[in-house]
């Protein structure tokens, strides 16, 4: 093969993996919210993470090093924990835990609200993901919409029908 060739081919194999981080990026389908349906300020990401771990018996390890199923974690203050790659297969709905980002929020929502720091933090990561993944409103999503279950609880599903 001439050199002038093989420069060619390099380029041509260069431009595909590019097309195919590029086309990674771009596919995810929704975002899915979680409650944890546990005490809103004494739920910890360390918490969630062990308990991940314990349930899955160590299965979920993401790239990052932890066992948290969520894609990300909204702890009490409004701190945001990013668990795993967005790209990444989670942990969090059953069926759909393929091309979708799992936002767990802590907390019980159908008992007490979410905090003003997490509804923050909550609409800024919806924003930054619509705008990075070309997402309209109706890709986000509720766990109930997906299964039987009371996830992510009335406060949290009446918020998100005002987003
Ligand atoms: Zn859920």
Redesign the pocket.
């Known amino acids: 093969m001439e050199e002038k060739d093989k420069k060619l081919d390099l380029l041509r194999e260069l431009i595909r993996n590019l097309l195919k981080e590029i086309f990674k990026l771009r596919k995810i389908d929704y975002i899915i919210i979680?409650?944890t349906a546990t005490d809103r300020d004494t739920t910890t990401f360390q918490s969630i993470n062990n308990g991940h771990k314990k349930r899955w018996n160590g299965k979920t390890k993401s790239s990052l090093g932890y066992y948290c199923g969520y894609t990300y974690f909204i702890d009490g203050s409004g701190h945001i924990w990013q668990a795993r790659l967005d790209t990444e297969e989670g942990a969090?709905?059953r069926g759909y835990n393929r091309r979708t980002i799992g936002i767990g929020m802590a907390g019980h929502f159908d008992r007490e609200k979410p905090s003003k720091g997490q509804l923050n933090a909550l609409q800024e990561l919806l924003e930054d993901k619509m705008r990075i993944y070309g997402l309209k409103k109706s890709k986000i999503k509720l766990?109930s919409d997906f299964s039987a279950?009371a996830?992510?609880g009335k406060n949290m599903r009446e918020w998100i029908h005002l987003f």
């Open positions: 979680h409650h969090h709905t766990h279950t996830c992510p």
